[in-house]
Every structure is written in C-alpha cells, then in structure tokens.
C-alpha cells in the first residue's frame, strides 16, 4: 500500500473540475495507492519517475518512489493544458 499525497497545486486544481469528473478522479486516485502503476499509466519523456493518467479529457500527473511507498500527484488538468 502507497501513501498519497497531493501537492497544493493539485488540490487546488481539483476544485475547478465538475462534480461527475471529480469523483472518477478520486476514485482512480485513490487506486493508485494499491496499484501506483495501472494499466494505462505512460511515463512521459524524459522522466525517471513520473507518469501521466488518462481520464476522460483530464490527465493526473504523478511521481512514484517505489523506496519510500509514496504516490505524489502534483497536477491535474485538462489535456490540452497538461503537456505545455
């Protein structure tokens, strides 16, 4: 089990998305914590330990230290803004 956490800008992100969005996010966030790397999951390029997820038109990014079991999401954002 991974511990999660969500970086200020995330939240705070978070709070702009649709109610229906907003509980399909949650819900897979809180999958990662047993599975950090689902079927899906990309790693973009150029990153060690980041990965992207897809859900709907929103994309979670998120770092995983495998070292240290922790799942940090540090963006949430629609697709058009997430690879700027």
Excluded: N
């Excluded at 109610?19 to 973009?44: M, V």
């Excluded at 038109?57 to 949430?76: G, L, P, S």
């Amino acid at each position: 089990m991974y511990e999660l956490l969500f970086e200020r800008s995330a939240a705070r992100q978070l709070k702009l998305v649709s109610d229906a969005d907003y509980k399909r996010i949650i819900a897979r966030i809180k999958l990662l914590a047993d599975s950090p790397r689902p079927r899906g999951c990309r790693k973009p390029r150029g990153s060690r330990t980041d990965y992207r997820l897809r859900i709907g038109d929103w994309r979670i990014v998120y770092e995983v230290d495998d070292e240290r079991r922790v799942v940090r999401v540090f963006r949430v954002t629609l697709r058009k803004h997430a690879y700027r």
